[in-house]
Structures are given as C-alpha cells and as structure tokens.
C-alpha cells in the first residue's frame, strides 16, 4: 500500500535529473571524506588542555567555563612542591600567622588542604570539588615558589565543547586541543 | 606594562632564590628529603571519555537514522517518530549534552580541511556525512526524529501559527549565511560560531551565560507557535539537508495511494510545507513573461555574485575581530588601549603585556589571519550572493504537481500530515471506505467550484 502512487510514471525528466544529482552528491561526499581523512594527520581525538607555562592567572578559568563550577581545576605535582611552610600558593602575603585561618588563605574557597608531614615539611592538597579554578593560588605559587600548583582541565567533569568557552577568552592564550591519549600536561619540572 | 614590570623586579631584588640559583637547581625552593618515610600522592589525571563510546554514538546515530527513514517512509508513524524523537532528545540532548551534533560538524571539518594541524575527530566527521548521505535517500529523516534540536522543537509545539510565505521564503535564506559564516569563522581559526550561538545546547546543559540564556528562552517561548523556528530560519545544517532531500530518493508521501484532493492535509503542516496541486499550463504564450523573467534573473545571478563578493571583502576586516589573536593585537597597538595598572590585573590587561612581551609573533599571526579573511570575505560575500540570487530564481520557477505534495526541501517528515489524510485513514482502518467515499464527493464539489472560479 506503501508503494508510490501509480499516476507518477517512475522515470522522467525530472526524475532523471534528480537521480544525476544524487549520484553526483554521493560522489562529493565520497571525495569529501577522502580529502577530510588523508588530511588529517594524527587518527585521534582532541581535547582542550591548558599548558601551564602560557598561563597568565588570569581567572577566566573560573568564570567561563560552561560548567559552574569550572572543570578546570588546580592540580599539584608532588614531586615538584617544596612542601613549605611559607607556601606562597597558600597563604596571603603576610599572614597573619601560619596556620589554617581563613583570612590567612589564598583560595577563596579554602580548597586546599594543609597537611603537616615532618617538620618542617607541609604537604598541600586540592580539593577538587571547592576548587572552582580561579588560579589564585597557581599564581602565588609561580611567581613565588616552585610553581607545583598549575591549572588543568579536569576531563572527568569537563564536557569537551566543539568550542571551549575558556579559550577565546583566556588571556594567556594557553588552551589548546590535545591528543586524547595524552590529555593532561603535568609538570615534572618547575619553571618550565 | 613598565609599573608592573617594575614590581616584579623589585620583588626579585626581595627574593633573591628566585632568580639566581636558576641556572644551578631549577627549583627555588629544593624538593625536601624525608626522614619519615612519607609517600608522596601520586597526582590523579581523569581520563576523557572513552574513544570507543564515540563510536557508540556513531552507531546510536545511524541506527535512529534507519529507524527514522523506516517510520517515515514504511511504517507511516507519526507516533512512532514522537518515540523516536523522545529517544533523540534524552540520548543526544540531555546524555550527550548536544555535542557533538552534526549542526557543528561543518565547522569541525572545514577546519580541519583549512589546518592541517587539527585532526578532524571520526565522530565529528560521521555526524556530518552520514545525516547528508540519509537525506539524498529518505529526505530530512535526521530532522524527522533523530535531531535533538528539532525533537525539542517539534515536541512543545502546540499551536502553530502560519508563517506569511514571503517572510518564509525571505528567511528561509539564512540559514545558508549562517553555515557560510560558520565555515568561514572556522576554516580562519577564529572560532565555532554555531556553537556559541547555538540556542538549544544550554537547555541540555542546564547552563551558559545569561545571553545565551535568554537566546535559548526566546526559541523555546516562539517554538511553542511557531513550528521549529530554529530548524526553519537558522538551522546550518537543514540548509544542507534541504539541498539534500531536494534529489532524494524517497519522498514523503502525504497519501498512501492516490490523492483524491480533498483538501484535508493542507492545514496539517506546521511548517507550511505543503504545496497545492499546480496544473502545467497548456498555452506556453502565457509563461513568457515568467520566462523572461527567469532569464533576466539568471543573467543577474554573476552580478549578485560579484556584488555580495565585493561587499563581503569590506567586511572581512570587522570580520577578523572575532579572532583572539587579531582583537589582541588590534588593541594592542590602540594608542588608548588601558595602562596596566599593579594591583589590578584584568584579563585585557594580563593579555596586552603578553601581546607586549611577544609583539612580533602576535602581531605577525594575526596579519596571517588578517590575509585569510581578505580571502575568506570575497567568499564568503559571493556565497551570500549566490544564495540569494539562487531564491530569487528558485522563486521565478513552476514546478507542476499533480497532487497536494509537501515540498520536499520543506518538509521535515515529521508524519503529521499522514492521518490528515482520508486515504491513509482508511489505510490504517480509522475511516471505513464509504465515509471516504463521501469525501470524494467533496472533491468532486471542490473541482467544479474551482473551475467556476476559473
Ligand atoms: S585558589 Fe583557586 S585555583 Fe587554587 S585551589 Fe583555590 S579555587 Fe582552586
Ligand atoms: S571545554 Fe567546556 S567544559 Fe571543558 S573547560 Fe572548556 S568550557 Fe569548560
Ligand atoms: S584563562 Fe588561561 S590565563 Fe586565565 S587562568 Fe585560565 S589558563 Fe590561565
Ligand atoms: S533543521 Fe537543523 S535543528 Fe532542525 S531538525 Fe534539522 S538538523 Fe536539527
């Protein structure tokens, strides 16, 4: 009952010309994806990432992410930190005193954890779901420390937009795609 | 820029590790030696998504497309399509966010012809052929009940209002602008255009900026009367798709077997996309005027064409702002651009003393951006000309039809108009044949009144 109706004669001018046109599409396309697939060199998805070195703290980080709050967060690498106890990235300039006082942090949402080790070592932590990646603490920390706080896009929270709203914006220019094989930068040395 | 140079500097005299024992440890302060025995933490790095859930969508996609082309075309289903699109919107939409959808993957792939640097993803790549290639067989069956954007639509519509035909016909060209600005933003590096204004993809995500909020309102509020505003007037990919379904092989059907003219679909469509009968006219002395017509168009289809080009390459300069890189350097080199000023850092400040410091590069990248542009911008202008002049002249052109008929680069195969049909009615046994029969009566009456009238 489906079938087409029988006072439209299957071929005609008209039908003809459409079935060339079809023909010639399905064509394009083919030439198309040949073109778009040798093109392209590496075989992979992207990603976006920030590289640390080209972050300027700049704090659009956590204000245009489409996530609220930011999937950027800060990330500390361990091997690089000198576990201070004057951490830069921690505390204000001048605190009133070394201890866990609000008014005496960085982070405005006290997202990280200090933690005493041995004296006089301290080991500090990001608390990823108060981190909302206002790069407050990565500035104090580069400009003044080692620089083992820097900021990522943590790819568990973010949503991979086609266009990163982070990066038109970003004044250092530091987001990039990445191979989703290797999708962090982590940084093994300071000052790199 | 010289003031907050200055503080670092003064602060460096402050701290003399920071600077000075570079060259020997890299590391101000030096990594401590434990005595304890503390284990560092080991730093966690989430990994993306997988690449294989990728391919699941992948094959989600051209699944519904099957699915979509068999409700259409065989199964007849109107009801089927509402599950179907109920399905896309929850998958799609709100799983999936909404990217990556084949309405961005123009961008994807131009700009990955355009930088050889960008690996055009395979989804990104299927999502835009494989709807392209369903539409030169089964028409808009992506549109139909695959598309998130169009579920979202094609479900809150409640009362269609008619849309005059010259502002359909009129609007009905910008979607084609909008997907040449799209692919001319993208193959210059300067940004996704279609995503950012892309009013749907909020409402999956539940979040953006406030604009974008009230843009995604504003299309939900218009497509409660307004059959699919996005899809008719702005959509980059139905523009495609519409050229698609123009030459494709199936077409929807209103009646499952012949039209006995009857006049009950014509009110169907929300989105005006079904056509009367058009008689071919028997004396070819009456269609000479619309020839020439025809034919004064055609000859000034360069001359729109070479207009739009030369508009458009007036435009590519306030076009090229749009790139990070050229805004930068444009603002750096304004004599009034603001000083910075120590203490209060703003992204435009933190941004010119990085333009300051790489002058050269920046300004060399953005020139190379400004060139593409100039290129780009005849382009992009001739397009706009040609798609104009092409309505102009598609508008001048009869396409004879026998039977009411939806257009076929109109027509989203959302199923509707199916059950408006007496015909079909008595197909799937709603209406028993006589009551039909008595619709043909009608017909009868409708014909010899619409001779009268001739
Ligand atoms: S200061 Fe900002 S970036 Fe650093 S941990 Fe706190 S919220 Fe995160
Ligand atoms: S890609 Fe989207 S979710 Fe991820 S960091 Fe950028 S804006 Fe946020
Ligand atoms: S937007 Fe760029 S410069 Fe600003 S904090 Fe984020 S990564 Fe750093
Ligand atoms: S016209 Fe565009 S938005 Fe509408 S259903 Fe088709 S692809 Fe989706």
Redesign the interface.
């Known amino acids: 009952?489906?079938t087409?109706?029988?006072?439209?004669p299957p071929v005609n001018r008209r039908q003809f010309f459409?079935?060339g046109?079809?023909l010639a599409?399905?064509t394009g396309?083919g030439a198309?994806?040949g073109?778009?697939?040798t093109?392209?060199?590496?075989?992979?998805?992207?990603?976006w990432q920030i590289d640390p070195s080209k972050c300027?703290?700049?704090?659009?980080c956590a204000t245009a992410c489409?996530?609220?709050p930011s999937a950027v967060k800060c990330?500390?690498?361990?091997?690089?930190?000198?576990?201070?106890d004057l951490c830069t990235g921690y505390f204000v300039p001048q605190p009133n005193s070394l201890d866990t006082g609000a008014e005496n942090q960085v982070c405005p949402t006290a997202a990280i954890e200090r933690k005493f080790?041995?004296d006089p070592?301290f080991?500090y932590?990001i608390d990823e779901n108060r981190c909302i990646g206002c790069a407050k603490c990565v500035e104090g920390c580069t400009?003044?420390?080692?620089g083992s706080f820097y900021l990522q896009v943590?790819?568990?929270r973010?949503?991979?937009?086609?266009?990163c709203s982070i990066a038109?914006?970003c004044?250092?220019?530091a987001f990039h795609?990445v191979p989703?094989s290797e999708?962090?930068v982590?940084k093994t040395?300071?000052?790199e | 820029m010289s003031l907050r140079r200055f503080g670092i500097a003064a602060f460096a005299l402050l701290a003399p590790l920071w600077n000075g024992g570079l060259a020997l440890a890299e590391q101000r302060f030096p990594p401590p030696e434990f005595e304890t025995g503390y284990k560092m933490p080991a730093i966690t790095t989430p990994a993306p998504r997988g690449l294989a859930m990728e391919y699941v969508d992948v094959a989600v996609l051209v699944t519904a497309l099957g699915v979509a082309a068999w409700l259409v075309h065989r199964k007849r289903s109107r009801r089927g399509l509402i599950v179907l699109s109920l399905f896309s919107l929850v998958y799609f939409g709100f799983y999936r966010k909404g990217c990556i959808c084949p309405i961005g993957a123009p961008q994807n792939v131009a700009y990955g012809l355009f930088n050889p640097d960008y690996a055009i993803p395979v989804t990104a790549l299927a999502f835009f052929l494989v709807p392209l290639l369903f539409s030169l067989f089964s028409g808009r069956t992506f549109c139909s009940g695959v598309c998130p954007h169009g579920a979202l639509q094609d479900l809150v519509l409640i009362k269609p209002v008619k849309v005059p035909l010259w502002l359909e016909q009129g609007l009905s060209i910008v979607p084609y602008i909008f997907l040449g600005a799209g692919v001319l933003f993208a193959a210059t590096g300067a940004g996704f255009v279609i995503c950012r204004f892309d009013p749907f993809i909020p409402l999956f995500r539940m979040t953006g900026s406030f604009f974008i909020l009230c843009l995604a309102g504003g299309f939900l509020l218009t497509s409660l009367f307004v059959g699919r505003p996005f899809c008719r007037f702005l959509c980059p990919y139905g523009a495609l798709l519409r050229l698609g379904s123009l030459v494709s092989k199936w077409r929807v059907r209103i009646t499952p077997d012949y039209c006995t003219q009857c006049r009950l679909c014509e009110q169907s469509c929300p989105f005006g996309a079904i056509r009367e009968p058009l008689v071919a006219t028997a004396n070819p002395a009456a269609l000479a005027p619309d020839r020439r017509r025809l034919g004064w168009l055609l000859l000034l289809l360069p001359v729109l064409i070479a207009v739009g080009a030369w508009g458009g390459s007036k435009l590519s300069v306030p076009a090229s702002r749009l790139h990070p890189t050229v805004a930068l350097a444009e603002k750096y080199l304004d004599p009034k651009k603001p000083a910075p000023t120590p203490g209060s850092a703003t992204p435009e400040t933190l941004a010119l003393t990085r333009a300051d410091e790489n002058a050269e590069a920046i300004l060399t990248t953005a020139a190379a951006v400004r060139r593409k542009f100039d290129v780009g911008g005849w382009w992009f202008g001739g397009w706009v000309g040609l798609v104009v002049g092409l309505r102009l002249v598609s508008l001048s052109t009869r396409t004879a039809r026998a039977d009411f008929e939806p257009d076929r680069g109109s027509c989203y195969a959302c199923g509707r108009c199916y059950l408006a049909c007496p015909n079909e009615r008595v197909r799937v046994g709603l209406l028993s044949p006589a009551e039909a029969a008595g619709l043909n009566a009608n017909r009868a009456a409708s014909r010899v009144a619409a001779s009268a009238r001739t």
């Open positions: 009952m489906s087409p109706a029988p006072n439209h459409r079935d046109a079809r599409a399905m396309l198309f994806l073109v778009a697939a093109r392209s060199r590496a075989s992979q998805n992207t990603v300027v703290y700049c704090g659009q489409v996530l609220k990330v500390q690498s361990y091997e690089i930190c000198g576990y201070c080790i041995e070592y080991e932590n400009r003044f420390g080692n943590r790819h568990d973010c949503l991979n937009c086609n266009e038109r914006v004044a250092g220019d795609r989703a999708p962090y982590i040395t300071a000052h």
